[in-house]
């Protein structure tokens, strides 16, 4: 027994982490849903022409003022979903610059919040060559960053998104169940392959972009919440509004994206992410009228619903009607006494930081997320 633990041992050393055998291929008849199991296809789970269309509204970057007053306030707040209930949103939230009575007052408004990571580092090599330790302290120091000063439950916290898009194959997934997340929203998927969200106890079938390394473990009842490609300017494949590089009017952006999505409408209504960053309303012409022309045009049509990629995840368990379909209305409490820390970062500069409770006594980083 002993020498059979060694060899796994060295084993693991010898084809790097982990040792565990790929995944087998995935069957419908193994893999249901009542057991938290879906295999990865392009199915929807019921008839497409009775499925709602999904849409989720996602930024991953951090909470500031601007952000909040400048574009969430009035594009996302006052809004409703056919059943008169507020649309929802995703938010995956990184550290530096984040102001976390705002994290707080977007959980409240019943807004998913999820995890970016803590330091966002902007080097794909980083998130390429990190450690399970390193994406552990970027993910669940981050999950407790948030929990903490924006004072939300932790169990609450649920999904991920990796900077740069960058998954690191089975180590960052493994990262992320010890963190306590259960899905992700990272992993592309082509227009033309749309994926619904599916679970990683089998073999995914969701093609690996070469920039890419992915999962090919089981990782039971953890889901994938495919980033839904769209296609941009001269029909290139994006992720993000921001890199589709469509120009023109209020009116042509907002055509383009409706086109987006009729044809996923007109298909099999696969759910849609649409990944928002502000710097797309800060560089493109006329894309912030664009965007509320956009959503003001889906906000007449009955069997569509802004929801949380959370949300998603939720239908996917239990997939029902438009006719049948109600948004979730999330009753949150939670206290905020809003104070403003100046803090030390590691590089002896100061950092503001707001929060819902009391200053720490240095500003919270990768390995020190409480600020000890
Ligand atoms: C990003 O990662 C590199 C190592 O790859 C490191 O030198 C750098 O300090 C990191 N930057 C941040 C902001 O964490
Ligand atoms: C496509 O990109 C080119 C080059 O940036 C630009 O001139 C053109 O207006 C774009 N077309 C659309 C439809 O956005």
Same mark, same amino acid.
């Given at each position: 027994m002993?020498? =059979?633990?060694?060899?796994?041992?060295?084993? &693991?050393?010898?084809?790097g982490?982990? %040792?565990?055998?790929?995944? &087998?291929?995935?069957?419908?008849?193994a893999?249901?849903?009542e057991?938290?199991? !879906?295999?990865?296809?392009t199915?929807?789970?019921?008839?497409?022409?009775?499925?709602?269309?999904?849409?989720?509204?996602?930024?991953s970057?951090?909470?500031?003022?601007t952000?909040?007053? *400048?574009?969430?306030?009035?594009?996302?707040?006052?809004? +409703?979903?056919?059943d008169?209930?507020?649309?929802?949103?995703?938010?995956?939230?990184?550290?530096?610059? +984040?102001?976390? +009575?705002?994290?707080?007052?977007?959980?409240?408004?019943?807004?998913?919040?999820?995890?970016?990571s803590? $330091?966002?580092?902007?080097?794909?090599?980083y998130?390429?060559?990190?450690?399970?330790? *390193?994406?552990?302290?970027?993910?669940?120091?981050?999950?407790?960053?948030?929990?903490?000063?924006?004072?939300?439950?932790?169990?609450?916290?649920?999904?991920?998104? +990796?900077?740069?898009?960058?998954?690191?194959? *089975?180590?960052? =997934?493994?990262?992320?169940?010890?963190?306590?997340? $259960?899905?992700?929203?990272?992993?592309?998927?082509?227009?033309?392959? !749309?994926?619904?969200?599916?679970?990683?106890?089998?073999?995914?079938?969701?093609?690996?972009?070469v920039?890419?390394?992915?999962?090919?473990?089981?990782?039971?009842?953890?889901?994938?919440?495919?980033? $839904?490609n769209?296609?941009?300017?001269? &029909?290139?494949?994006?992720?993000?509004?921001?890199?589709?590089?469509?120009?023109?009017?209020?009116?042509?952006i907002? *055509?383009?994206?409706?086109d987006?999505?009729?044809?996923?409408?007109?298909?099999? !209504?696969?759910?849609l992410?649409?990944?928002?960053d %502000?710097?797309?309303?800060?560089?493109?012409?006329?894309?912030?009228?664009?965007?509320?022309?956009?959503?003001?045009?889906m &906000? !007449?049509?009955?069997?569509?619903?802004?929801?949380?990629?959370?949300?998603?995840?939720?239908?996917?368990?239990?997939?029902?009607s438009?006719?049948?379909?109600?948004? $979730?209305?999330?009753?949150?409490y939670?206290?905020?006494?809003p104070?403003s820390?100046?803090?030390?970062?590691?590089?002896?500069?100061?950092?503001?930081?707001?929060?819902c409770?009391?200053?720490?006594?240095?500003y919270?980083?990768?390995?020190?997320?409480?600020?000890?």
């Amino acid at each position: 027994m002993k020498v =059979i633990l060694y060899l796994a041992f060295v084993a &693991s050393f010898a084809w790097g982490y982990p %040792s565990l055998k790929d995944a &087998s291929v995935c069957k419908t008849a193994a893999c249901m849903i009542e057991n938290d199991c !879906r295999c990865s296809s392009t199915t929807n789970p019921i008839s497409a022409t009775d499925a709602p269309q999904l849409i989720a509204i996602t930024v991953s970057e951090s909470v500031v003022a601007t952000l909040y007053e *400048d574009y969430l306030k009035p594009i996302l707040f006052d809004r +409703t979903n056919p059943d008169g209930k507020p649309i929802g949103a995703t938010f995956y939230v990184n550290h530096e610059y +984040t102001d976390y +009575t705002l994290v707080q007052d977007l959980y409240l408004r019943g807004y998913e919040i999820g995890v970016h990571s803590v $330091t966002k580092n902007s080097s794909q090599e980083y998130w390429r060559h990190a450690t399970l330790e *390193d994406l552990v302290e970027e993910f669940y120091g981050q999950r407790q960053i948030i929990s903490h000063f924006a004072n939300i439950p932790i169990e609450d916290i649920v999904g991920g998104r +990796t900077p740069q898009l960058q998954l690191e194959g *089975d180590l960052s =997934i493994e990262a992320y169940v010890q963190s306590g997340l $259960t899905y992700d929203n990272s992993w592309p998927t082509s227009s033309s392959i !749309r994926l619904f969200p599916y679970t990683l106890d089998y073999k995914s079938t969701q093609e690996c972009l070469v920039t890419m390394t992915c999962p090919t473990q089981p990782h039971e009842h953890f889901w994938i919440a495919p980033l $839904t490609n769209i296609q941009g300017n001269d &029909s290139i494949q994006c992720n993000s509004l921001a890199t589709c590089n469509i120009q023109g009017s209020a009116q042509e952006i907002a *055509d383009w994206l409706i086109d987006q999505v009729d044809s996923a409408h007109q298909g099999t !209504r696969a759910p849609l992410i649409l990944r928002l960053d %502000s710097y797309w309303f800060q560089f493109t012409h006329n894309s912030y009228e664009g965007f509320v022309l956009f959503l003001d045009e889906m &906000s !007449r049509r009955n069997d569509l619903f802004f929801v949380s990629v959370e949300d998603i995840v939720n239908w996917m368990k239990n997939p029902v009607s438009a006719a049948n379909f109600q948004s $979730t209305v999330h009753e949150r409490y939670g206290d905020c006494a809003p104070i403003s820390c100046s803090l030390k970062f590691l590089d002896g500069s100061e950092r503001w930081m707001k929060s819902c409770v009391s200053c720490p006594l240095s500003y919270p980083w990768k390995g020190n997320p409480m600020g000890k």
